[in-house]
């Protein structure tokens, strides 16, 4: 099977963030990878006057039900955001998630973007 070329800036981000937050490299983000994860997806999502978010990206992109997430279904769910946000190399969004450090997930989540995955290893 021939492999394709992402070309989507948004696609090459999140696959890119993806790869960062699979912490046990096991091809899917569990419960606690996807916590923070999912404070990348938050500057494209909705929010009702109480400021809850309309969209719980959890469950949507969670296809099987097994409270994971593949990159097959992260790819397969629509996911919208800002094109300022979409720089496949993160530094804009970790710029973004520090700009907002007030939240503990949004913390872990930009430290896990600035994280050199190569140093870990």
């Not at 997430?69 to 720089?87: C, K, N, Q």
């Not at 700009?99 to 872990?108: E, S």
């Amino acid at each position: 099977m021939a492999s394709t070329t992402i070309t989507n800036p948004l696609t090459r981000m999140l696959d890119g963030a993806f790869t960062k937050f699979d912490q046990n490299k096991d091809g899917k983000l569990d419960t606690a990878e996807f916590k923070t994860f999912n404070e990348l997806l938050k500057p494209g999502i909705a929010v009702d006057e109480t400021g809850k978010p309309k969209v719980d990206y959890s469950s949507r992109m969670d296809l099987d039900g097994d409270h994971e997430i593949t990159r097959e279904e992260m790819h397969a769910t629509t996911v919208l955001m800002p094109a300022a946000l979409t720089d496949p190399s993160l530094n804009m969004m970790l710029n973004y998630l520090n700009g907002l450090q007030d939240d503990p997930n949004v913390a872990a989540a930009a430290a896990r973007l600035a994280a050199d995955d190569d140093a870990a290893s």
